[in-house]
């Protein structure tokens, strides 16, 4: 059936197998593997809490084995193909790559604060209102038999204090249920208090649990006024951010959660520098420890907050393939390095690391690929200490204050790797350049000429007020002063360009400053995505929800 469906360029996400026996798993991978699928499509086993047939399973190419009730199969299964779900969605990775940078500045934001409880919950619940462009946001707690909006922004600012029974809402369903729950439209689900919807104004909504000790006390709700206005994305958004509320109760004594850093620091390096020198430089001086291993698992690099946070030399754990993790942890670290090895989305890892003096330390490690250091390829671990956000973020604020200093004493040195940083110039994905102070383009890449449809003999005559459309010239214009005038060092827009043959393209602009080694500003660096297909998808979406307002409301 699996073969037939292949063929038909139908194959599911997954498959789920239940076996009474080791051997019958394995027999799959064979078959499988033979119609050449098995890569293409994961297996995870259902099976008898046996070793053998657990390692057989594996070894055959399952991607997991579960045994009721030892491992928590639902959870698991839950936990293993969320990120399936969020890969179906048809985002884009570079939005992917965006939101999840944005996640990243919330995060940072937020735990370099130091806020009683109920001011943190509001700074929460604004970061996730921005994040996902809701209409509103809601921490609501469980007090007996009844939920409380204890903050809340957007449309249910007002709402704060009010009660909902557990037994008749989403958010009492979600804590009793103990996972992310969607309503895709309240008047149509009979699970949500529908009154209670009405009178805040909300059609969508989404609640992600907030646990202590293996127990739902709270969730973090997003609602909006439109009906279907939540996508994967945005559930992945408010789980995360949900965990930082969780921290907090946590520290008043109500509820234990440690918070996870996610990150992708292939866009980040990406981003920050683009040769070897630089590359190592920032692993070395980040405030976040970080461990490079190449691509069998040997470490190549252990940076100075790792010295920090566990106390090894680099010079004793460089060229080691040790983990310093529990050995039951070991195989889900496996898991986290092959997955962003082949490109698949990933969750950070929480466990524990033992630090030379024995003692161990509660850690939240992510992973993301770097393209080459020192001639070697492989992942970069971010380990975040949980608990430390203070003085994370005073070396966070360091780091980018000698980084600033690094880039300008090495300008005299970039020669020698120009050749390189061309070579990635052309070959990204993202339209590129470089832009004078009068709005010239001083260097362009090919994807940008795609985008504009100019050759770059002729772009390079041209500034970049040539071909903005007039409706957008005015804004970029002023944030461009700001950019060359010091105030501001980088600005993000969405606009139009009108292409030589006359139609328009939407595309995302972010730009930023490059100065010389004297701190003097010589031109600015722009990164040019074409978002037209999405302007098109929103634009039909609105359309959609235009034509089906109303016969709803009627």
């Known amino acids: ?74 959870a698991r299964l839950q936990r293993w193909l969320q990120p399936k779900i969020g890969a179906s969605t048809g985002a884009g990775k570079a939005e992917d790559v965006e939101r999840l940078s944005r996640l990243i500045e919330a995060q940072a934001r937020i735990v370099s604060t130091k806020l009683d409880l109920e001011s943190l919950m509001q700074l929460v619940v604004d970061e996730v209102q921005t994040l996902t462009g809701a209409d509103g946001a809601v921490v609501e707690l469980a007090e007996g038999d009844e939920m409380v909006y204890r903050s809340a922004n957007g449309d249910a600012a007002g709402s704060i204090g009010v009660r909902l029974k557990i037994q008749s809402s989403l958010s009492g369903l979600c804590v009793r249920l103990g996972e992310v729950l969607k309503c895709d439209d309240s008047e149509l689900d009979p699970r949500v208090d529908r009154a209670a919807s009405r009178r805040v104004g909300l059609r969508s909504m989404v609640c992600t649990p907030l646990r202590h000790s293996g127990e739902v006390v709270g969730v973090l709700k997003i ?6 206005a939540f996508d994967a994305l945005d559930l992945k958004s408010l789980t995360i951010m949900g965990d930082i509320v969780a921290s907090a109760l946590y520290h008043e004594a109500v509820l234990e959660e440690r918070r996870a850093l996610l990150s992708d620091k292939e866009a980040a390096l990406s981003q920050l520098n683009r040769s070897n020198e630089r590359l ?20 190549i690099l252990w940076n100075a907050a790792a010295e920090r946070l566990l106390g090894y030399e680099a010079a004793d754990v460089e060229g080691l393939s040790e983990t310093f993790m529990p050995p039951e942890d070991e195989p889900a670290f496996k898991q986290l390095i092959e997955s962003q090895q082949v490109g698949l989305p990933t969750e950070p890892l929480r466990t524990r690391m033992k630090k030379q003096d024995g003692a161990t330390v509660d850690v939240s490690i992510t992973a993301a690929p770097f393209p080459e250091l020192d001639g070697q390829s492989g992942s970069i671990n971010l380990i975040l200490d949980i608990g430390e956000q203070l003085r ?163």
């Open 1 to 74: 059936m699996i073969k037939h469906s292949a063929e038909r360029g139908a194959l599911p996400d997954a498959v789920l197998l239940v076996v009474d026996q080791g051997e019958q798993a394995v027999a799959a991978c064979h078959c499988l593997s033979e119609a050449a699928l098995l890569e293409r499509l994961p297996l995870v086993v259902i099976g008898p809490d046996d070793n053998a047939a657990r390692l057989a399973a594996l070894d055959a190419g399952a991607w997991d084995y579960l045994s009721p009730p030892r491992d928590g199969v639902e």
């Open 223 to 228: 609602i909006g006024r439109q009906p279907h």
């Open 280 to 299: 190592r430089s920032l692993i070395s001086s980040a405030p976040i420890a970080m461990c490079a291993r190449d691509e069998a698992g040997r470490i």
């Open 392 to 554: 994370l973020d005073m070396e966070r604020k360091q780091l980018r204050s000698r980084l600033e200093q690094q880039v300008a004493d090495r300008t005299a040195s970039l020669e020698e790797t120009t050749q390189k940083l061309e070579t990635i110039f052309e070959q990204t994905g993202v339209g590129l350049a470089l832009v004078g102070t009068d709005g010239r383009w001083l260097q362009v890449n090919q994807r940008l000429c795609d985008i504009v449809g100019y050759p770059k003999e002729e772009l390079l005559e041209l500034t970049f007020q040539n071909i903005t459309h007039e409706d957008d010239l005015e804004i970029d214009l002023a944030q461009a002063t700001k950019l060359f005038a010091g105030e501001i060092t980088s600005y993000s827009m969405d606009k139009r360009y009108i292409r030589k043959d006359g139609s328009v393209v939407w595309i995302s602009l972010t730009g930023s400053l490059h100065r010389d080694s004297n701190g003097q500003i010589i031109e600015a660096i722009a990164a040019i995505q074409d978002i037209s297909e999405r302007k098109r998808a929103q634009d039909a979406e609105h359309l959609f929800h235009r034509a089906l307002l109303p016969p709803l409301t009627a």
